[in-house]
């Protein structure tokens, strides 16, 4: 069986990149904001609105900091026609807006005096597009702020846009894949590097805060994690507690990664000693059924087939997916498109980043889980994680 080793390379040697200056006036469109103005033109409509921290900060290249914290607060980003864009921030964070975003026309507003849907109809009907067909995330503006735009806008027709801004961010671009290797390498890294030092006795809490000072040492702070021991494992969206590792216990830690607004996702399954038959088997039989996917991972592929291989291989040895999907995209938020299952009509493409994740739970009993980040090349594939710490075999520690 494969054996956790001790540390190779501290964490603190994986630095984030320098920030890049963000584009003025003058410059071309960044290539993000093209990508949408074609996407938008492309499916018939005159403008495309995103209300969204995730597709704000898309559009944008930084997350305005009370977009989280504050829900009274909007922050929107605005294309629309050929050349139109701005991006309506509230007033204390404009300086930060001027410094910081891709677009050059910022627009702060007075949260006590002003309201966010009177300047983005404002907006709007400057660009012209008052009577036009407007993509808006209705999934996601508060109602209240679009009767209010109706109501300034009444000929304009508004169409909800999630399904756009999701197939635009499924294909990254080559700025967008780097960041995500930065951050899967340093989360793989705080694994490999943590997995060294579990002994049995350590609660799952303990662990979890050797995870947290690395991920804080390697540049992350906004992240989550999962640590599950014994029966804890079997639980799919684990909490992290203070159960102590018990010798012959499975443990499940996974670890969802920040760097630079994007997340990675990585999981490894242990074991504290060695492992049963039947754990080491049914771990087997999830690798192999991973193994045949991998030999699928090009371009042209669609993930349903990729779906429906993994289905078929894991049946093959009794094993029914807890999961029905074996992935999921990965970029601004930790589940974007693709999934990777059967209702899905996606095709890979160059520069698609995904997880495959195979799952396995024994309720009451254990769990098993492997997940690494991917990205289609114009050839196959290459894999963002899975080469510092393997998980081709349940992993002995302790």
């Not at 909800?160 to 995500?180: N, Q, S």
């Not at 087997?284 to 042209?300: N, Q, S, V």
């Not at 974007?336 to 994740?357: A, G, H, K, S």
């Amino acid at each position: 069986m494969a054996k956790a080793t001790q540390k190779e390379e501290s964490v603190l040697t994986l630095t984030r990149g320098e920030d890049q200056a963000p584009p003025h006036a003058g410059h071309e469109e960044h290539e993000t904001l093209c990508q949408l103005r074609g996407a938008m033109k492309a499916s018939g409509y005159d403008a495309l609105v995103a209300f969204s921290q995730d597709n704000v900060t898309y559009a944008a290249g930084f997350l305005v900091p009370s977009h989280v914290t504050n829900r009274f607060r909007r922050t929107i980003a605005i294309l629309a026609g050929d050349v139109f864009s701005a991006q309506i921030v509230v007033n204390v964070e404009e300086a930060q807006a001027v410094a910081r975003s891709r677009f050059a026309d910022i627009r702060p507003y007075n949260q006590f005096t002003e309201h966010p849907s009177d300047l983005l109809a404002d907006a709007l009907i400057e660009a012209g597009v008052e009577r036009g067909n407007i993509a808006i995330e209705l999934d996601f503006m508060p109602a209240a702020d679009f009767l209010r735009l109706q109501k300034r806008l009444p000929h304009a027709t508004f169409h909800e846009c999630k399904d756009l801004f999701f197939r635009a961010r499924m294909i990254k671009t080559d700025e967008e894949v780097g960041i995500l290797r930065r951050v899967g390498v340093l989360t793989e890294r705080v694994i490999h590097d943590v997995l060294g030092e579990i002994r049995v006795g350590m609660t799952e809490i303990d662990v979890a805060r050797r995870l947290v000072d690395q991920m804080i040492a390697g540049g992350s702070s906004n992240f989550k994690y999962r640590v599950g021991s014994g029966i804890n494992s079997s639980i799919t969206n684990c909490g992290t507690t203070l159960k102590k590792i018990e010798a012959g216990d499975i443990i499940r830690i996974e670890i969802l990664g920040d760097l630079d607004n994007y997340r990675s996702n990585v999981t490894r399954t242990v074991i504290a000693g060695k492992p049963t038959t039947k754990q080491a088997t049914t771990f087997a039989h999830l690798i192999r059924a991973r193994e045949i996917c991998k030999t699928m991972l090009k371009p042209g592929t669609a993930v349903a087939d990729v779906y429906r291989a993994y289905v078929t291989a894991c049946r093959e040895h009794g094993i029914e997916p807890t999961l029905k999907f074996l992935g999921h995209g990965i970029g601004q938020t930790i589940h974007e498109e693709p999934y990777l299952t059967d209702t899905r009509d996606i095709v890979f493409q160059p520069n698609i980043t995904f997880t495959m994740e195979p799952l396995y739970m024994i309720a009451g009993e254990f769990g098993l889980h492997a997940e690494d980040m991917y990205v289609i090349t114009k050839s196959g594939f290459d894999p963002i994680t899975g080469n510092i710490c393997p998980n081709d075999e349940l992993i002995q520690v302790g």
